[in-house]
Each structure stands twice: as C-alpha cells, then as structure tokens.
C-alpha cells in the first residue's frame, strides 16, 4: 500500500469539525456499494499502511478495524478522493461477502425495508434476475424457458447471437451492434447461471488478465 500512501495527500483532505472524512466503500470488482463509514486521518493512514480498511468509531470514539471480530475484513484495491477532497472512495474485497453487521453483504437496504443489496453494475443487476428466475420459476418467462431447454437451447442460442453481432458489425451499425451484443451478453449471463458459474468468477479473470 506504499503507493497509495503517495498518492493520497493527508494532510489536503477536508476533514470536517471532528476531524473525519465520509469514505464509501464498494466492492472492487461489480461496484456494488458496501457500506458507508467515517475516517479520522489515524484511520485513514492505518488503512494505508496495512492495506485493510479502519475506520473511526464516533459511538465509541476510537479507531475500529473492519472484520476484526468478525473476519469479514476488508482488503484495500484502490483509494480515490473526490473533487472537493472531502470524500473517500474505496475499492475492497469483502472477506466472506458480508460488510454489514446483520450478516447482509451491504449495509444498503430497500426503502420497504426488505434486505437486498443496491445493484452493482448493469451485468450484475442482468444476472442477479437471471438466478432469481432460476431458483424461482415462472412460468411465462423467456429466461426459465431457456433454463428448462437446457444446453442445447442455450447453446443454440448463444450461436445465433454471436452471428448477429458479426454481422451487425460488418454492416458498420453502431445501433445494431450494441443491440445484438446486448442479446449475446444476455444468453451467455443464463449459460453461466445454468452452469452454476458466478459472474464475479468472470470478472476476476478479467482482472487476473488485465494485469
């Protein structure tokens, strides 16, 4: 965490009267938001130097290493400061995928009061219906339809799209390309959904490849 620690300049943050600062916290691979917390600039440079988060405790007024109880620490990916300098955004990964204290993986909840975390990005929020329509079917849905027909439906399928985007791209249709790769993405979000393989899973090896 060496480099953070250069990167983010303590001392030209804006702390507020008590001397903290709101830090975000999502995960590092979907974006989902986590959690919500304060940082002293003790906490924040605690956080630097280990690479895990801490934060202040304005109940109990001391610092409090996230998941140390628990175990559901939280492991630094990247550290930003908003515009104003009087923000933090953080990048982790969710030990255990819990963040918040009732067992939820965000502390963000609906606005009736049933637990369900906040969407991460568009592909996550696709899927995330994809498995609800495969744990919980329903009848008249396309994506159950397909989950029912198994493999060769979707495999099919999966084909047909992949021709489509080819071809949209050789017709140079910027519209139709980001239609039929929309219809691609969808088939392959239920063949993993099928397969019992994770998107995150995707995404890691993404990450893994990138670096």
Not at 73 to 91: A, E, V
Request: proline share 3%; aromatic share 8%.
């Amino acid at each position: 965490m060496n480099n953070l620690s250069k990167a983010i300049p303590l001392d030209a943050l804006c702390y507020d009267e008590r001397g903290l600062i709101p830090a975000i916290v999502q995960d590092y691979l979907d974006g989902t938001v986590l959690m919500m917390a304060w940082m002293s600039r003790e906490s924040l440079q605690k956080t630097l130097d280990t690479g895990e988060t801490w934060f202040w405790s304005r109940s109990r007024s001391q610092l409090w290493h996230k998941g140390a109880t628990s175990g559901h620490l939280q492991k630094i990916h990247s550290l930003r400061y908003d515009c104003d300098s009087d923000t933090l955004l953080i990048g982790v990964e969710q030990v255990g995928g819990i963040a918040c204290h009732t067992g939820e993986r965000s502390c963000f909840h609906l606005v009736d009061h049933t637990v369900s975390s906040p969407p991460g990005d568009m592909l996550s929020q696709v899927f995330a219906v994809i498995r609800d329509r495969r744990d919980h079917p329903v009848e008249s849905s396309y994506t159950c339809n397909l989950l029912t027909a198994g493999d060769n439906k979707i495999l099919k399928k999966i084909g047909e799209e992949a021709v489509e985007v080819v071809m949209a791209c050789k017709d140079h249709d910027p519209d139709g390309i980001a239609a039929e790769a929309a219809d691609l993405f969808y088939h392959v979000l239920v063949a993993l959904a099928h397969h019992q393989v994770e998107l995150r899973d995707v995404y890691f090896k993404l990450l893994q490849r990138r670096r």
